[in-house]
Every structure is written in structure tokens, then in C-alpha cells.
């Protein structure tokens, strides 16, 4: 089995920053598309970052500019670092990921991590 483990949630103040991370529980593994939900109280997660092996990324439109993705492969661990932060980003943040097995590929989550915006 395997988790993936999120880090770096908090309570920040409006134009402040975080940086989340995630790693899966297992080393013997390798990552495909790694990326970063969240989902506010009364909404539906939506995709706020995404990164390819390669290195592509996507953004939603509300955190470009701010918000930015990277990966450190040789750790398996991807990163969001959030700057200039908004009371609107307040959520639980998700880890997603895409582990390839020896013979497959299955998507995980992470638990979920909550950040808090105070305006």
C-alpha cells in the first residue's frame, strides 16, 4: 500500500505565504502527473496545479502568478509554493498523484491539508 503524505498547511495572513509538499509513504515507486486540489466548504475540488515527469505544469486561472508547482523527482515529492495569498484560498489542499507500479499505474490521494486565509 501506499500514502501520499501532504505537509506545510496552515493559518497565514492575506499576502502571506505557505509551501505545501507531498511525498508518497514508499520510495520503491516512480511518479507520472503529480498535482494539487482543493476544495472550500460548500464547493467542489477543483485542480489548482499540475506537473508533469517532464517538468509541464497547468495553473488555474485565480493562482497564476501566484502559485507556483515543482517537483523534485529523485525524492518523488512535488511542492506548491503559495505567495500573495487571498482569503478566497482557503481550503483543504489535496495531494493527487499517478504511481507506477511494476505492471501499473494507479491514482492516489493525500488526506487533505487544511489552509486558512485570514483577511
Known amino acids: 500500500q501506499v500514502q501520499l503524505v501532504e505537509s506545510g498547511g496552515g493559518l497565514v495572513q492575506a499576502g502571506g505565504s505557505l509551501r505545501l509538499s507531498c511525498a508518497p509513504s514508499r520510495s520503491d515507486i516512480s511518479m507520472n502527473t503529480m498535482g494539487w486540489y482543493r476544495q472550500a466548504p460548500g464547493k467542489q475540488r477543483e485542480l489548482v496545479a499540475s506537473?508533469?515527469?517532464?517538468?509541464?505544469?497547468r495553473y488555474a486561472e485565480s493562482v497564476k502568478g501566484r502559485f507556483t508547482i515543482s517537483r523534485d523527482n529523485a525524492k518523488n515529492t512535488v511542492y506548491l509554493q503559495m505567495n500573495s495569498l487571498k482569503p478566497e484560498d482557503t481550503a483543504v489542499y489535496y495531494c493527487?498523484?499517478?504511481?507506477?507500479?511494476?505492471?501499473?499505474?494507479?491514482?492516489?490521494w493525500g488526506q487533505g491539508t487544511q489552509v486558512t486565509v485570514s483577511s
Open positions: 493527487n498523484a499517478d504511481i507506477r507500479f511494476t505492471y501499473s499505474i494507479h491514482n492516489y
Open positions: 506537473i508533469t515527469s517532464g517538468g509541464s505544469t
